[in-house]
């Protein structure tokens, strides 16, 4: 049975207007654009550039590889790190800096794929971008606030189907978590608690002092693209890049953009008018190596203001009382807290449940309202494939419209670990700080000579 409630987070036309207008608009593809029988004709596959190929990227390169992609270019600054993917595609272009594969193959490539470091995820997207390729980006987004806005103007410009690298976007378990707190499973919800087991990098320390050689396989100056220079060092490359502030976006970022978006699905979160941080003294090289961070979102429409509150490095949300005894909080969760009752998830968008157990197997079953997605992936390359063959692609659902806002926030959130213990305003609309100003030199910074957005 249908469930109406009286203190739903949001009206139903409200809601259905806004997060999920995007996801609706998945339902409408081309009957040719998803195919038929037999296979996919050539003029009808996608031609995918991807950059940086190993780890994350090697899978990123394999899934689109299987949903009617044609792979016709590689780049990566490690030879060993894209060794597998070099030898997978043995035929296909290499190349180690992506603006000279853009030149040279640019009529050859419709969308590319960037799984790069966070630091070079805008310098490569945007380039991308500007010669009118679609784009799929890891997550975080970007490394700041003003590369995350600069990429959704530029998309908007530039007319490409783009999406951000989190996969629990598209699972059902975001729409059905929505569909519960709009049926007033736990009543207007005022208060959201996010947590992750991250950081599992080392975070906290000062910068290594020793030299070591650049490895031959190694293209450094490329590998460090628009940051400060410096020296090589294993603390950095590979993966440990996440702890560093000219290469991460430490632990929230390598994290919110899965474990948040329930909230900013579900809620409609965009602009906080302020963030304040707590954390070890500020350490100028390295994330700290734990913070619990708190955003203020004012009201919007009939959603009352939302306190939003991170914890990582080992800190966790004060236990809910409405968890059973013999259960305890997972290392990545989200917890809606209502004035009716709590829903606690896991991890990566995973499925959100009413505590204890017995509330939710008493709540009906809330109608599906919201379309759900054809595939995190597949909804991108189908977008990009109609965009190129019908003029009317599709909208993925974590596309940058939707994707910046919450990059944004979450980089904010980093922005207040620099100044521990304060509280900092945010104007939303003119996007910048109002207290302390100071701050406002942290939305950016200068890029080394050779290297733009």
Known sequence: MKQESKKGLVSRRRFLGGAAAAAASLTIVPRHVLGGAGQTPPSERLNVAKIACGGMGKGDLNTVARLDCNIVALCDVDENNAREAFEQYADVPKYRDFRKMLEEMDGSIDAVVVSTPDHTHAVAAMAAIKVGKHVYCQKPLTRTVHEAYALMDAAREHGVVTQMGNQGHGGDALRAT???????AIGTVREVHVWSDRPV????????LDTPDVPAYLDWDLWLGPAPERPFNSAYHRFKWRGWWDFGTGAL??????????????????????????????NPESFPPWSIIEWEFPPEGDRPAVKMIWYDGGRKPPRPEELEADRELDGNGILFVGDEGKMLGGGWSGSCRIIPERRMREFPRPERTLPRSIGHYKEWVEAAK???????????????????PMTAVILLGNTALRFPG?????????????????ANGLLHYEYRSGWTL
Request: net charge negative; glycine share 12%; with cysteine.
């Open 386 to 404: 109609g965009a190129l063959h019908e003029g009317k692609p599709i909208v993925p659902g974590s596309n940058f419209d939707y994707a910046v």
């Open 178 to 184: 929505a569909e519960y707190l709009e049926a007033g």
């Open 253 to 282: 970022g390598d994290m919110a953009c899965h474990n948040m978006d329930p909230a900013f699905y579900a809620l409609g979160l965009k602009e906080p008018v302020s963030i304040r941080a707590e954390c070890p003294v500020y």
């Open 422 to 438: 304060c509280t900092l305003r945010w104007d939303g609309e003119r996007k910048k700080f109002t207290d302390p100003e100071e």
């Open 201 to 208: 990098w080392p975070q906290g320390g000062g910068r290594p």
